[in-house]
């Protein structure tokens, strides 16, 4: 009997690596390999407007050619893929620990406390992001890729608000709190201690989606012209493209590839999250 | 024998699982007559279930029946094509499910729900005379007319499981099979819902197979109890007398552990736990937790045997008497 | 319809939309160096002092929203110009009003976002539907990673790269505008043509990627609610299978399909706004684009207001139209 239930404890802990997430993970694995290993092979000083004969197709000398600033597309591309994501996570991060501490707070302690968040997050939820981002990004005098994330993450916050405040309030009735709670607990020991690890499949759910949401954000707001003039990002390769009319142009190999880098962190990241909830919903189907 | 409606030989059900094949009916046979009720009681996990949904066909892979016939008066039911069980279904064997709170549909009102099971055989009446049919489902099992206009949401649980009943009876079936009817509902309720059944059974003169785990309520309702275990059956005989005298070990441990109204004495539970379907024990299910297992009954598988007339048990320890 | 449903949807829209002018008018005074009070300035300056119109416009701006108000004041003037639908004037194409800039961009955009969206969400949905059926073929099954790539792909750059295949190589359609370049706007069929052409590559950049995550979620739906106790009792019931799975199955899932239409609403508009930049189309969007271009801040504060408003009344009309489909949301108070 005991061998029994060794064995099947032992199969259980990882048939739940979906295929999806794998893939999702893979994916996203390239593009930061390719973001943080990929600048070391290029001089940052071909990636500086007039470094070279603008509009050249690739060839061996530029992999991907010339843009109509005479930068080099391929070096461009490595240097502009950390930043994008530099935003993109750095959003996240933030937005996630805000809209967590919300989110706990609200879904445990209920009563005016949660009637002001909840109301908060969801009128704000009504109101669209790039709306409001739009108003505060032209405002600004001057854009760096630090200030993006911190005005993106001013909204990021809403959905993992949200998300974590229905977890929280499912959790709060289970059996383990309530008997928390008898043995005198405080709610703030309770939060940490008992709700917060097991909220943590739900967290990382939410910061995928989070830094997904931020990412898009980011990359809207920069083909809107509103990103970082002096930085180059994916987005702003692609907003200086369309800027250039590199479409008209027939120059595809300045704004192609930068969608595919921005298509694949994209695909990952939905990867990523697709697999995620499936763990989730086997974890509970089995403790349920 | 002639009169019997329902004849299960030798039912087998396995579920071909990525970890192997669970077996979760093994060798399942019993015969009912035609008016009479059946209770099929057992732990989770016996099998009980899922016969019951063996005999409407309604496994989901990866369940599926894997041998043996389902003799509803002449038809073998497990040779039947899709489109020929469907139309078997409700009309000559009919269900009531076991969570009556999410057995009708939310966004239909409840004489859409009877009109929908009509129309699915054939039955398209006029609306004048389908709402007289509902009407008068309703009021057999104690329900106002009005009820026929509204959404599930605004009846009670026992409410719900009334008009679950009305339904089964719609097309006059042969049999009704009751899946754990009451286990969700209030003893109150429980009694007003098991009363309801009665009498509708009786009228239609039909079969009724209640599948459960309160042995309180099979000793007041059924005329024979057949008690599974493992996915297999260990005893099936009159009621009366399988409580007088239960002759499978299981049985006896089963009917000891019923707390006693007369004087006060220690709750006996059933020690171990129920065995893996998917490695059972050989020779006999039971074996492992039986008290009075010898070393036949570890290779052995016991056969069902009839101890006496109408009263069929399967343990190795038990002879058949003269 | 309990009138206390109706009375608290329509206290959240009221809410939305004041939250949404409050951070609209705090905004540009929250930024160090009050940049519109800086834009006017510039203008004055560079105008050498000599506008005539213009210098009013500042003058009637400073007066009611210079620095020298109260704030109070000013937020209470900006609440009495909205509610007599002033939005002031456009800084870039002075003296056009701001109102006038964009109600001749919203037509545009309604039509192309709003069909679009339409389209986007029932293909989507009966998709979705038919890939959830359990005897679908295997071939069918095999759109699911595609239809998952495609919804992972925002908007615009499927637009940009509809643009390149279709306009730019195939030359099928034009590259972008609304209609015709150089054509006069009026109802007969040639303009009608030209202007269903330029719109066909932006409505199937909506389209197309929106297709993807309505299908998949409906599919996720249907199979989870395909678990459901009623699906099995309406299979004991004998009831057809078709039936099931649009009565029972379908009828049920579209319920939260349309609670997400809801909650996804401000990502659809603020997706199908990029596509109008990307393609020149001479909506909100891109009003916004030229605006963001210019700096001009009345435009933009304008835009932003009404998408704001937009959205929280097509949010409140859907939560009047949700009791209608779903009888347990009416009957929510008992």
């Known amino acids: 009997m005991n061998t029994e239930s060794k064995t099947q404890t032992r199969r259980l802990r990882f048939p739940n690596l979906d295929l999806t997430l794998v893939v999702g993970i893979s994916l996203l694995l390239t593009v930061l390999l390719f973001g943080l290993i990929g600048p070391s092979f290029f001089d940052p000083k071909t990636t500086n407007v007039g470094a070279f004969p603008p509009r050249l197709p690739p060839s061996n000398d530029h992999w991907l050619g010339t843009d109509s600033q005479g930068r080099d597309v391929m070096a461009a591309l490595t240097y502009a893929t950390p930043q994008t994501l530099k935003i993109g996570v750095l959003a996240g991060i933030i937005g996630l620990g805000i809209g967590v501490i919300l989110g706990l707070v609200s879904g445990y302690f209920s009563g005016i406390v949660d009637t002001v968040i909840r109301t908060t997050t969801d009128v704000l939820n009504t109101i669209p992001g790039i709306a409001l981002l739009v108003v505060i990004a032209t405002m600004m005098r001057m854009m760096s890729v630090e200030l993006m994330a911190m005005i993106i993450a001013a909204l990021a916050w809403r959905y993992p608000a949200r998300a974590v405040r229905a977890q929280t309030l499912t959790l709060r009735e289970r059996a383990y709190v309530q008997v928390a709670r008898l043995n005198g607990m405080g709610g703030l020991e309770i939060i940490v201690k008992e709700v917060l690890p097991n909220l943590l499949p739900y967290i990382a759910g939410s910061f995928v989606a989070t830094v997904s949401q931020a990412t898009l954000s980011s990359i809207g707001l920069e083909a809107l012209g509103l990103g970082p003039q002096n930085t180059l990002t994916l987005g702003m390769m692609i907003y200086w493209a369309q800027y250039y009319s590199a479409i008209l142009r027939n120059m595809w190999w300045w704004w192609a590839p930068p969608i595919v880098v921005i298509v694949l962190i994209f695909v990952g990241l939905f990867f990523v999250s697709s697999g995620l909830d499936q763990m989730v919903n086997t974890r509970l189907r089995r403790t349920e | 024998m002639s009169d019997a409606i329902l004849q299960v030989k030798d039912l087998r059900v396995y579920y071909h699982t990525g970890s192997g094949c669970v077996r979760a009916v093994e060798g399942v046979s019993f015969n009912l007559t035609k008016g009479k009720r059946l209770g099929l009681v057992g732990e989770s996990g016996s099998g009980k279930s899922t016969t019951a949904l063996a005999l409407m066909r309604l496994l989901n892979p990866p369940g599926r029946i894997e041998g043996g016939q389902i003799l509803l008066g002449a038809v073998d039911l497990t040779k039947l094509s899709d489109e020929e069980m469907r139309q078997v279904r409700f009309s000559q064997v009919s269900m009531i499910p076991q969570g009556a709170m999410n057995s009708l549909n939310p966004v239909m009102r409840i004489r859409e729900q009877f009109v929908d099971t009509m129309e699915a055989h054939d039955q398209r009446l006029a609306k004048k005379e389908a709402d007289a049919k509902v009407h008068d489902l309703l009021g057999q099992v104690g329900l106002r007319r009005e009820v026929a206009r509204m959404y599930p949401h605004e009846l009670s649980g026992g409410m719900k499981q009334r008009v679950c009943v009305a339904l089964s009876i719609t097309l006059r079936p042969k049999l009704i099979i009751a899946d754990e009817p009451t286990s969700a509902l209030d003893v109150v309720v429980q009694r007003q819902v098991m009363e309801t059944l009665g009498q509708v059974q009786a009228v239609l003169g039909a079969a009724v197979i209640l599948v459960g785990h309160d042995m309180g309520l099979m000793a007041q309702f059924v005329d024979r109890l057949g008690v599974m275990y493992a996915g297999r059956m260990v005893e099936v005989g009159p009621v009366e007398d399988i409580f007088r005298e239960p002759l499978h070990p299981y049985s006896q441990m089963l009917i000891e552990s019923l707390p006693s109204l007369e004087g006060k004495h220690q709750f006996k539970g059933i020690p171990g736990v129920s065995p893996s379907l998917l490695n059972p024990p050989p020779g006999c299910a039971f074996h492992p937790r039986c008290r009075m297992a010898v070393a036949r009954c570890s290779s052995e598988m016991p056969p069902l045997q009839e101890i006496q007339p109408g009263h069929w048990t399967s343990c190795h320890l038990v002879e058949v008497r003269t | ?334």
């Open chain 3, 1 to 334: 319809m309990p009138l206390d449903y109706v009375v608290k949807r329509f206290g959240l829209l009221v809410l939305t939309i004041i939250l949404g002018v409050t951070i609209n008018f705090m905004i540009p005074r929250l930024i160090p160096g009050d940049p519109v009070e800086q834009k006017l300035n510039q203008m004055f300056a560079t105008s050498g002092g000599q506008m005539g119109d213009l210098t009013a416009m500042i003058e009637s701006y400073r007066a009611r929203f210079g620095l020298d108000q109260p704030l109070w004041n000013q937020y209470l003037n900006y609440w009495w110009s909205l509610l007599h639908l002033d939005l002031g004037y456009s800084l870039d194409r002075f003296p056009e009003k701001v109102s006038d800039s964009i109600s001749s961009a919203l037509p545009w955009t309604l039509g192309l976002v709003g069909i679009s969206t339409l389209i986007s969400f029932t293909i989507g949905t009966v998709l979705g539907g038919m890939l959830a059926w359990p005897r679908v073929p295997r071939l069918v099954r095999g759109l699911i990673p595609l239809l998952m790539i495609l919804s992972a792909i925002p908007y615009f750059l499927l637009g940009l790269i509809l643009v390149f295949v279709f306009a730019i190589v195939l030359k099928l359609f034009p590259a972008g505008g609304g209609y015709p370049y150089g054509g006069t706007l009026q109802f007969d069929l040639p303009t009608l043509s030209g202007i269903l052409q330029h719109a066909f590559l932006p409505a199937a950049s909506i389209i197309l990627a929106g297709i993807g995550a309505w299908a998949l979620s409906m599919r996720g739906m249907i199979v989870s609610i395909l678990g459901e106790d009623y699906i099995i009792l309406a299979e004991a019931k004998g009831l057809k299978q078709h039936r099931i799975f649009i009565w029972y199955a379908m009828r049920n899932a579209l319920l939260p399909q349309i609670t997400t239409l809801g909650l996804t609403m401000s990502h659809v508009v603020a997706g199908a706004i990029l596509v109008e930049v990307i393609f020149a189309y001479p909506g909100i969007g891109y009003k916004l684009f030229q605006a963001i271009g210019a700096k001009d801040y009345f435009v933009i504060q304008g835009i932003v207001l009404m998408m704001i408003v937009a959205i929280a009344v097509i949010l409140f009309i859907l939560d009047l139209i949700y009791p209608l489909i779903d009888p347990r949301i009416a009957y929510e108070r008992r």
